[in-house]
């Protein structure tokens, strides 16, 4: 077996804001935009990353499976046009999995398969940043993609077939921890309305390692994994 090196993830800064901007952008994609909205969470979450890869075939092709995972645990505020305020606890588990194969010579092969699913409020297990368990079903959907303009590469992707697996996750908690915090600010106009977006984080984190058992499939040891506890704030007002 041999594992394809991949770019470690900006760990602690893009792993305790990347909620905020997917909440942001699932915001902007069910309500009309502009709009006032605010997004405020603060608890602990965890990523963690797994690849395996078969030594070569006869043909030179290498075949890959890739999975990755990340939880959160602790409450979310929330201001919202479309869905209103909220101000609960929350917590989620996410995996998604991924065969690929791919070429030395001339790259990918064939059309990668990819599956993922989440799963709100799974009973999870938090010891700070020492441990995090989580262990439940989760339902895998499959993401079929279609190219339909072969010159542009435009490609529809829908849902395909599930599966309920069984997911054991654990992240220990392994390297030295490290507080840090940031704050942007930005404009913008759109449709002559003008938009101003603020946000910020700030925690503590530290590495870990992993283990995943999706079904009967263990990937081994991971090739990243973090853990952060903090706090990230997103706000947009906008004034015609």
């Known amino acids: 077996m041999v594992t394809r090196a991949a770019g470690?993830?900006?760990?602690f800064l893009l792993s305790i804001a990347l909620l905020a901007v997917t909440a942001g952008a699932a915001a902007?994609?069910?309500?009309?935009?502009?709009?006032?909205?605010?997004?405020?969470?603060?608890?602990?979450?965890?990523?963690?990353?797994?690849?395996?890869?078969?030594?070569?075939d006869t043909e030179g092709v290498t075949r890959c499976v890739t999975i990755s995972a990340s939880l959160f645990d602790g409450r979310q505020h929330?201001?919202?046009?479309?869905?209103?305020?909220?101000?609960?606890?929350?917590?989620?588990?996410?995996?998604?999995?991924?065969?690929d194969a791919y070429a030395e010579d001339f790259g990918p092969v064939g059309e990668p398969i990819s599956e993922g699913g989440c799963?709100?409020?799974?009973?999870?297990?938090?010891?700070?940043?020492?441990?995090?368990?989580?262990?439940?079903?989760?339902?895998l959907v499959q993401e079929v993609c279609v190219v339909v303009d072969p010159e542009t590469g435009e490609t529809i992707c829908e849902p395909g077939a599930?599966?309920?697996?069984s997911v054991d996750l654990t992240l220990t908690?392994?390297?030295?921890?490290?507080?840090?915090?940031?704050?942007?600010?930005?404009?913008?106009?759109?449709?002559?309305?003008?938009?101003?977006?603020?946000?910020?984080?700030?925690?503590?984190g530290r590495d870990a390692s992993a283990s995943i058992q999706v079904g009967e499939e263990d990937p081994g040891a991971s090739q990243f994994a973090f853990l952060s506890d903090g706090r990230t704030r997103m706000a947009q007002r906008c004034a015609g």
Do not use: K
């Open 162 to 165: 599930s599966r309920t697996v």
């Open 28 to 56: 902007g994609a069910t309500t009309p935009f502009p709009q006032d909205f605010s997004f405020d969470e603060r608890g602990v979450r965890a990523d963690a990353y797994w690849q395996t890869c078969e030594e070569p």
């Open 8 to 11: 470690r993830p900006l760990a």
């Open 78 to 99: 929330n201001r919202d046009p479309e869905f209103g305020h909220v101000n609960n606890a929350f917590s989620y588990l996410c995996v998604h999995r991924m065969e």
């Open 119 to 139: 799963l709100l409020h799974p009973d999870i297990t938090v010891d700070g940043l020492d441990l995090v368990e989580v262990s439940t079903n989760l339902d």
């Open 173 to 204: 908690g392994t390297g030295e921890l490290v507080t840090d915090r940031w704050v942007s600010n930005g404009t913008s106009i759109v449709d002559g309305v003008r938009c101003h977006m603020r946000s910020a984080s700030a925690g503590t």
